[in-house]
């Protein structure tokens, strides 16, 4: 339940961002809410605590039945429920950006507290100064959450297969092994090895568990190529050389809707591919990739970059011009991957609306 305080009318008067309306931060941690809400008619402010479940905050919102209700919460972990349950009760939820969120605070020391990070994300949504995150509809947040799965088992099975290598290297064994060490070829190699009892325990459960990853990634990836083939977006998108089903919905799914950036640049600083630049006066500095963006749309980017090396591709003169003027692979990679990025921007901002239409139920 609510403890909230309320505290004087000291803010009535001052311009919002929504006025006649609720306006809370919410500052959001495993076992409780805290919450500072400003009601921007009479300048009342309510502070306090709920519990962290999305009853709490239905029973919340439902002290302001009727009124505008703006609630701003930071992109972490229990964002979504939170999220959920005001939208429930015909409230606004605003998405903050973290990292964003945290550096408007500045280098000052002052107070870190739960009521302190309630207040200011509660502030910055009433100036009008909220960084905001985008909030992907459900169907899209599945997709992305099922593609984040898909990576999540990958990156398991290469920790498998590298303990396999592991335990060869240990008994000596580090030249010869097939490179696909879980494949037939592979499992024949490691099935003439005379290795002790514990190694061999070792290289089967890891063969076992490969087994059952690669079973699960394969189901994931099949659903996932097959919302590709079907949705618009991505249809778009796989129009451009060198994009595949997988790497047409990562984009879709972690860039979302272009219409909310303004220009293709904004679509490269998304991914994290600009380079940092330090300026000041008639002094300035390149630094290196900011890689402050969505790490699985620059890896998307990155791989379809990757065709640029093929005679095929449109890109193929621009990437060897890049090589001839002394740039590495992995430079001159990263400079197609910001056209694509580009590219993708403008096809998906052509579409409008229709670019994140979910998949017709024919389908």
Same mark, same amino acid.
């Given at each position: 339940?609510?403890?909230?305080?309320?505290?004087?009318?000291?803010?009535?008067?001052?311009?919002?961002?929504?006025?006649?309306?609720?306006?809370?931060?919410?500052?959001?941690?495993?076992?409780? #809410?805290?919450?500072?809400?400003?009601?921007?008619?009479?300048?009342?402010?309510?502070?306090?605590?709920?519990?962290?479940?999305?009853?709490?905050?239905?029973?919340?919102?439902?002290?302001?039945?009727?009124?505008?209700?703006?609630?701003?919460?930071?992109?972490?972990?229990?964002?979504?429920?939170?999220?959920?349950?005001?939208?429930?009760?015909?409230?606004?939820?605003?998405?903050?950006?973290?990292?964003?969120?945290?550096?408007?605070?500045?280098?000052?020391?002052?107070?870190?507290?739960?009521?302190?990070?309630?207040?200011?994300?509660?502030?910055?949504?009433?100036?009008?100064?909220?960084?905001?995150?985008?909030?992907?509809?459900?169907?899209?947040?599945?997709?992305?959450?099922?593609?984040?799965?898909?990576?999540?088992?990958?990156?398991?099975?290469?920790?498998?297969?590298?303990?396999?290598?592991?335990?060869?290297?240990?008994?000596?064994?580090?030249?010869?092994?097939?490179?696909?060490?879980?494949?037939?070829?592979?499992?024949?190699?490691?099935?003439?090895?005379?290795?002790?009892?514990?190694?061999?325990?070792?290289?089967?459960?890891?063969?076992?568990?490969?087994?059952?990853?690669?079973?699960?990634?394969?189901? #994931?990836?099949?659903?996932?190529?097959?919302?590709?083939?079907?949705?618009?977006?991505?249809?778009?998108?796989?129009?451009?050389?060198?994009?595949?089903?997988?790497?047409?919905?990562?984009?879709?799914?972690?860039?979302?809707?272009?219409?909310?950036?303004?220009?293709?640049?904004?679509?490269?600083?998304?991914?994290?591919?600009?380079?940092?630049?330090?300026?000041?006066?008639?002094?300035?500095?390149?630094?290196?990739?900011?890689?402050?963006?969505?790490?699985?749309?620059?890896?998307?980017?990155?791989?379809?970059?990757?065709?640029?090396?093929?005679?095929?591709?449109?890109?193929?003169?621009?990437?060897?011009?890049?090589?001839?003027?002394?740039?590495?692979?992995?430079?001159?990679?990263?400079?197609?991957?910001?056209?694509?990025?580009?590219?993708?921007?403008?096809?998906?901002?052509?579409?409008?609306?229709?670019?994140?239409?979910?998949?017709?139920?024919?389908?």
């Amino acid at each position: 339940m609510s403890d909230g305080k309320r505290s004087a009318a000291r803010h009535a008067g001052q311009a919002t961002a929504f006025p006649a309306a609720i306006i809370a931060g919410f500052d959001v941690h495993l076992r409780q #809410i805290t919450f500072d809400c400003l009601d921007s008619v009479s300048g009342e402010v309510l502070r306090g605590q709920i519990a962290s479940e999305p009853a709490a905050v239905r029973e919340w919102m439902a002290q302001f039945s009727g009124r505008e209700v703006h609630v701003a919460v930071e992109a972490c972990t229990g964002w979504l429920f939170v999220a959920r349950a005001v939208e429930e009760c015909g409230g606004t939820a605003h998405l903050a950006e973290t990292v964003e969120t945290r550096a408007l605070r500045g280098r000052k020391r002052r107070a870190k507290t739960d009521r302190q990070d309630a207040l200011w994300l509660r502030e910055l949504l009433a100036e009008g100064r909220l960084p905001e995150s985008w909030i992907a509809p459900e169907h899209v947040r599945q997709w992305r959450s099922r593609l984040h799965l898909r990576k999540a088992l990958v990156d398991e099975r290469t920790q498998w297969l590298l303990r396999i290598r592991s335990v060869l290297y240990h008994h000596g064994i580090s030249g010869g092994a097939p490179a696909r060490i879980a494949a037939t070829g592979g499992r024949r190699f490691l099935d003439g090895l005379d290795l002790p009892a514990d190694a061999h325990e070792r290289v089967t459960v890891a063969l076992f568990m490969v087994s059952t990853l690669e079973q699960q990634v394969h189901q #994931i990836e099949r659903e996932l190529r097959k919302i590709a083939r079907h949705q618009s977006g991505c249809q778009a998108l796989m129009t451009q050389f060198g994009v595949g089903e997988l790497i047409a919905l990562t984009f879709l799914a972690e860039l979302g809707d272009a219409s909310r950036m303004s220009s293709s640049r904004k679509a490269v600083r998304f991914a994290g591919l600009d380079i940092g630049v330090h300026r000041s006066d008639q002094t300035s500095r390149v630094g290196h990739l900011t890689r402050q963006g969505s790490s699985p749309l620059r890896w998307a980017l990155y791989e379809a970059a990757q065709s640029a090396t093929r005679r095929q591709s449109p890109d193929y003169a621009h990437y060897h011009a890049l090589r001839a003027d002394g740039m590495t692979h992995t430079r001159a990679s990263l400079t197609i991957a910001r056209k694509i990025a580009r590219r993708s921007y403008h096809l998906l901002n052509n579409l409008g609306p229709d670019a994140l239409a979910p998949v017709p139920q024919t389908a």
